[in-house]
């Protein structure tokens, strides 16, 4: 039996299908991802260059972008970065992935170390744009909040990535008793959100490490006053129940 789709796992649990914008000079790729999403259900606008892409995501609200690296104008990380520099952006804390013809595993990391919460590489299928949806509702019906390759690529060896992670257990079931308290320091918690990024590279904890990424630019914000924890909490909270598991 083939795995449900993501559009029916969103409505079984009352959330809206999220909006999607993908942003793809090829027209074919976009095409396919275009049709795709639509096919599982989720609503997508599309748009073939990185400046419309730009203008769109800083006074639109999409959930989920699906960003190519390589665009006219702008690519993936450079639409990123302006994106996450802007706390007002109608799109600031949407999930974003970027999508590359050209996957080498440094291109991967750096691209991840840069805030994207997945990377797409192309040509990709339709189980690929369901597991990028599972990763928007961390905890529903499989979500990849560890991914294990990633870590045994950073730690080397399964013993080792085990102990990491049982560290990390421990270091967010500490933190979810002091987050409260936490967030009124606004220093301190950005040493410690510091400190947790580190901790999720090594273990591979994708989702929760978008959360800390969102936070940390919240925080170093003009406006970094004004932060939610609301995604930020639920996430640390599935990915330590994966981790116990």
């Known amino acids: 039996m083939s795995p449900p789709r993501p559009s029916s796992v969103l409505r079984h649990a009352n ?3 999220p909006r999607v914008l993908v942003a793809d000079d090829d027209p074919s790729s976009r095409r396919f991802l275009r049709d ?3 096919s599982l259900g989720v609503p997508v606008d599309s748009c073939a260059d990185g400046t419309t892409a730009l203008e769109r995501v800083l006074v ?3 959930d989920l972008l699906l960003l190519d690296c390589r665009m006219p104008g702008l690519g993936a990380l450079q639409i990123l970065a302006q994106l996450r520099s ?3 952006a ?3 804390d949407s999930f974003a992935v970027a999508t590359s013809a050209e996957m080498e595993p440094a291109l991967r990391q750096s691209l991840l170390a840069a805030g ?3 990377v797409l590489p192309k040509p990709c299928g339709l189980a690929d744009l369901q597991r990028i949806l599972a990763l928007m509702q961390p905890g529903h019906h499989g979500a990849q909040l560890l991914d294990d390759d990633a870590a045994l690529t950073t730690t080397g060896d399964e013993a080792t990535m085990r102990a990491l992670r049982s560290l990390l257990r421990e270091e967010l079931a500490q933190l979810d008793r002091e987050l409260d308290r936490l967030r009124l320091d606004r220093t301190a918690f950005g040493e410690r959100l510091h400190r947790l990024r580190s901790s999720c590279g090594f ?4 989702a929760l490490s978008t959360q800390v990424i969102l936070l940390q630019r919240q925080l170093g914000s003009a406006d970094g006053a004004a932060f939610s924890l609301t995604r930020f ?3 640390l909270r599935v990915t330590m129940q994966a981790l116990g598991n």
């Open 15 to 17: 959330i809206p299908p």
């Open 36 to 38: 795709g999403m639509r």
């Open 60 to 62: 639109e609200a999409f």
């Open 86 to 88: 802007e706390p007002r």
């Open 90 to 92: 109608a799109s600031f």
């Open 116 to 118: 994207f919460g997945d």
């Open 203 to 206: 273990c591979g904890a994708t």
């Open 233 to 235: 909490r639920h996430a």
